[in-house]
């Protein structure tokens, strides 16, 4: 009697053991593929972007592919990427003048004169994909994330719409959905780089002003983008782990 | 060893909490979902959600498939790596089925001026007019074709 308790106990242990591993395996198997991309693993990618200013000509075709592709509001204040116009005064180069009338959407009515000595450029904005990224450590909720391949998301479902992560993004990226008060930002179309696509902005962009890159991929040319130019973060100081590289980008630009 | 004096109200406490402990982890079970922090504190099911979105843009990768002789007649312009659809839009739908959605043609007199008008924050060197002055109202395609825009 007490040998066969002694060896129930020992055999029912070792099969709750055994279930319990093979669950945890299960789960990891099953979560490893978003929906509908049999074939995407986020362990093989690490996605970042590749922004040249010298190439942007402010045309709005990425606010407008952006817009269309992942349905963001059309007014005005509700951008998941936008171009912004720089004009630097020589004899004010502290505080330049910065607009982006309707995030560029519309294009960039001529402002300034050409021969004034001042200096104008275009610089495109949008989710820097932040590797430690200050909008995810302030979600009470995890409701924002940085995924095993290297994007920033948001969890629709889980958001309570409470307005700290729109704070915490020093870039100014996010912004509140007033259909569904919840949070939204780039997601670097996700569902599209999943399946081998590049993202909205970039398919559209006819200057390759912006390429997606993927850093983990030897081949990607981004990786000849950043070991041929000097490139450079936005507020590198704040240590944010941005993985949107600008080249050309002058210092005035925040 | 002697009992305590308060023994009993100690156990009841004891059991209380341990009740409260249980109910503690079934409303955790209830309310957090299974794949609840498999990649970190977040529901490993919110990155699929994410990746289900429809598309819009079929990526110029799809128009090549059917639209080869236009690949080929951008070849060596400087329109050569502009995506299709920077300047037809949208046709995810028409890549789809072709019958069903029907591609529009751009309209030729604001197409080429999104990106050829003139301003003083373009780059140096980018190929922008001042539509007027350039061509006096006649239309940019009348001088230029858009798959392949020099004047030879």
């Not at chain 1, 116009?85 to 020589?90: A, D, F, G, I, N």
């Not at chain 1, 959905?177 to 996700?190: A, E, G, H, I, N």
């Not at chain 1, 590049?198 to 950043?226: N, S, V, W």
């Not at chain 2, 503690?24 to 079970?29: G, S, T």
Request: hydrophobic share 35%.
């Amino acid at each position: 009697m007490e040998e066969t308790r002694r060896q129930f106990l020992k055999q029912s242990g070792v099969t709750v053991l055994l279930t319990g591993a093979a669950a945890l395996a299960w789960d990891h198997l099953l979560a490893g593929e978003p929906e509908k991309a049999p074939n995407y693993k986020m362990a093989d990618h690490w996605w970042a972007l590749a922004l040249d200013v010298e190439k942007c000509i402010g045309c709005g075709n990425c606010v407008r592919a952006c817009k269309a592709e992942n349905d963001v509001p059309l007014e005005p204040f509700y951008f998941r990427t936008w171009v912004e116009r720089y004009h630097v005064t020589e004899e004010d180069p502290e505080h330049p003048q910065v607009d982006s009338p309707n995030g560029g959407y519309d294009g960039f009515p001529e402002r300034y004169r050409a021969g004034d000595g001042s200096k104008n450029f275009f610089v495109p904005k949008l989710c820097n994909h932040c590797a430690h990224s200050p909008c995810v450590q302030v979600c009470p909720v995890g409701a924002t994330f940085e995924t095993p391949d290297g994007v920033v998301l948001v969890d629709k479902s889980y958001c309570l719409g409470c307005r700290y992560c729109v704070q915490a993004c020093p870039y100014g990226c996010r912004f509140i959905d007033p259909r569904t008060q919840t949070v939204d930002k780039c997601s670097l179309c996700y569902h599209r780089i999943t399946k081998g696509l590049t993202t909205a902005c970039c398919e559209t962009c006819p200057t390759g002003a912006r390429t997606l890159g993927d850093l983990k991929d030897p081949r990607d040319p981004i990786h000849e983008f950043l070991s041929k130019n000097k490139v450079h973060v936005l507020k590198p100081q704040l240590a944010t782990g941005s993985k949107a590289f600008y080249k050309g980008l002058d210092g005035t630009v925040r | 060893m002697e009992r305590f004096r308060d023994q009993e109200h100690l156990l009841r406490l004891a059991g209380l909490f341990a009740a409260g402990f249980a109910l503690f982890l079934v409303v955790r079970w209830v309310l957090i979902p299974g794949d609840f922090g498999v990649y970190g504190h977040f529901r490993a099911g919110a990155v699929a959600d994410n990746a289900a979105r429809p598309l819009r843009y079929a990526g110029r990768q799809a128009c090549g498939d059917c639209h080869g002789e236009i690949l080929e007649a951008r070849k060596g312009s400087r329109h050569e790596e502009v995506g299709c659809e920077a300047c037809h839009g949208p046709l995810r739908a028409h890549a789809e089925d072709p019958e069903a959605a029907k591609a529009q043609k751009p309209d030729g007199g604001k197409v080429c001026l999104v990106c050829h008008t003139a301003n003083v924050a373009k780059p140096e060197g980018f190929p922008a007019v001042e539509p007027k002055e350039h061509a006096g109202g006649e239309p940019c395609g009348s001088c230029h074709k858009p798959h392949h825009p020099e004047i030879s």
